[in-house]
């Protein structure tokens, strides 16, 4: 599925998300009125410290303006961009500070769904779809903790060495039938009214796949 196809199954009434360079910002209609804050990464693009802040402000902005707008993140991305530039800016805290802001409009009642529909992996995964509160994933997506010439070069151990024992150990393992099966947890994979809590939560009640054993963020 294309990125304008999967907007437009969610927007039916049309939206004004944009795609500039591979950073998503804009908003879409919501079937019980009101307006979803979409924000995101597209065409696999490496998130880096001028991503981060860009969807960080979009983030508070919208926080600014008030209400209590759902926040939807789509996300197709590589990994955090390692260069020096953006290491030597900080690049930790730029991805921290997203990683925050959706945390934090999660704690004041914007209830936030990240949609894996493409690659991500490593920080730029984790301060994007798992900062929010729900994570659903479409038939397809390649979620990575590292991919496996990073891991390479970490471990020391070759590609080959790496594949194989990604068979077994699902900690080595890209895609979405292996985080489950060591009990860290698993993705909902489905096509519900993603901006909805209750739609998503009866989702994954349904599909009786792991659910987060994170405390309330209200009580953390």
């Not at 908003?27 to 979409?38: F, I, N």
């Not at 030597?88 to 730029?94: A, I, K, R």
């Not at 490593?122 to 590292?146: D, I, S």
């Not at 985080?179 to 909902?188: E, I």
Request: aromatic residues 4%; hydrophobic residues 40%; glycine residues 10%.
């Amino acid at each position: 599925m294309t990125l304008d196809d999967m907007l437009a199954s969610l927007f039916p009434e049309g939206h004004d998300v944009r795609n500039d360079n591979g950073v998503l910002l804009g908003s879409g209609p919501l079937r019980g009125g009101g307006r979803a804050v979409v924000i995101g990464i597209a065409d696999r693009i490496a998130v880096g410290v001028d991503e981060a802040i860009r969807l960080s402000r979009h983030v508070l902005n919208a926080m600014e303006r008030g209400g209590a707008s759902p926040i939807l993140v789509l996300v197709d991305s590589d990994s955090q961009r390692m260069s020096k530039r953006d290491e030597l800016l900080g690049l930790n805290e730029f991805l921290a500070h997203l990683a925050k802001c959706l945390i934090y409009a999660d704690m004041q009642g914007c209830q936030t769904v990240g949609l894996l529909y493409g690659h991500s992996a490593a920080g730029a995964f984790l301060a994007t779809a798992l900062a929010t509160r729900v994570l659903v994933a479409l038939p397809g997506a390649e979620p990575e903790v590292m991919d496996l010439p990073s891991m390479s070069k970490v471990t020391k151990l070759s590609i080959d060495v790496l594949k194989k024992k990604a068979k077994s150990t699902p900690v080595f393992a890209p895609g979405l039938d292996k985080p489950g099966s060591d009990g860290r947890g698993a993705f909902h994979l489905g096509r519900e009214n993603l901006t909805g809590r209750a739609a998503s939560d009866a989702a994954r009640q349904r599909s009786g796949w792991w659910r987060s054993a994170r405390p309330s963020r209200q009580d953390s």
